[in-house]
């Protein structure tokens, strides 16, 4: 398992997770919202999440000190109801992380990741994320920022899309005479 750093604040680093709806190469938005990088963190329920929920605490008494509001909406919610919707949310705790800055993104070996195809729904990564309070129109809750994300490995994707070498073999060269050949009545 990999290392994890020691951070101050309300920053830590999460458990591995399974990556869903990935908008890390470009910001997305939903309706009316500005446009913002993020992705939705896939936690197998029974991983320690203690790190995220202090960090999550902490940022509420930060902001609200001793009078933390009631019923807050709170970023850990539970994968099973959202099972009969999306792929692979099922036994997941899950989080959504955004930001409005484009965070990092590298791979095991730290080097940046470029292509898009490197890092999509089904890989697993971490991140380091910060926790934060928010009192918005009378919305109140504790979210986290996304700062930056390490791929730690493939896995399957959670789109239904495959890579070509996974729908075809190699074929063996044509001969010479079979290119000039034209089986089709056109």
Known sequence: MPK???FSGNKVMTPEFRVSFPSIFRPTSFEGQEPKYSLVMLFKKGVDLS???NAAKKAA???WKDKIPKGLNLPFRDGDDKADEWEGFEDCIFVRAVSQRKPG???RHVNDIIDESDFYAGCFARATV???AYDVAGNKGISFGLLNIQKLRDGESLIGTTKPEDDFEELEPLD???DSEDD???
């Open 4 to 6: 994890k750093k020691k």
């Open 51 to 53: 790190e995220l929920k």
């Open 61 to 63: 008494r930060d902001k």
């Open 105 to 107: 993104l590298v791979d």
């Open 130 to 132: 910060n926790a934060f």
């Open 176 to 178: 010479s005479e079979d």
């Open 184 to 186: 089709f009545d056109w």
